[in-house]
Nanobody, 116 residues
Framework: QVQLVESGGGLVQAGGSLRLSCATS????????MDWYRQAPGKQRELVAH???????NYADSVKGRFTISRDNAKNTVYLQMNSLKPEDTAVYYC??????????WGQGTEVTVSS
């Protein structure tokens, strides 16, 4: 069974920063892109950031310039550095491994709350 272990969520004031981490096995990490999604209360889950095995990144327009996704190949870990946080960034954040027709592996989620 694939495990995606997330950490780093919490409560922060608007304008603050948090860094989320997601660790998985080497075989999953090495050959797959990694995503961060989020789901706010009453809203659909949305893709926040994406990174390929080669390190190419993409971001949702709402987080461009504030969030940075990165991967540490030695630690089989993907990070989401979140700066200049806003109350509207409040959500449960999920690490995911997209595998096309084979479905998606999901982490358990980590909660981020940004107070105004």
């Amino acid at each position: 069974q694939v495990q995606l272990v997330e950490s780093g969520g919490g409560l922060v004031q608007a304008g603050g920063s948090l860094r989320l981490s997601c660790a998985t096995s080497r075989i999953i990490f090495s050959f797959n892109a990694m995503d961060w999604y989020r789901q706010a209360p009453g809203k659909q889950r949305e893709l926040v950031a994406h990174i390929t095995p080669e390190g190419t990144t993409n971001y949702a327009d709402s987080v461009k310039g504030r969030f940075t996704i990165s991967r540490d190949n030695a630690k089989n870990t993907v990070y989401l550095q979140m700066n200049s946080l806003k109350p509207e960034d409040t959500a449960v954040y999920y690490c995911a491994v997209p595998r096309g027709v084979h479905g998606t592996y999901w982490g358990q989620g980590t909660e981020v709350t940004v107070s105004s």
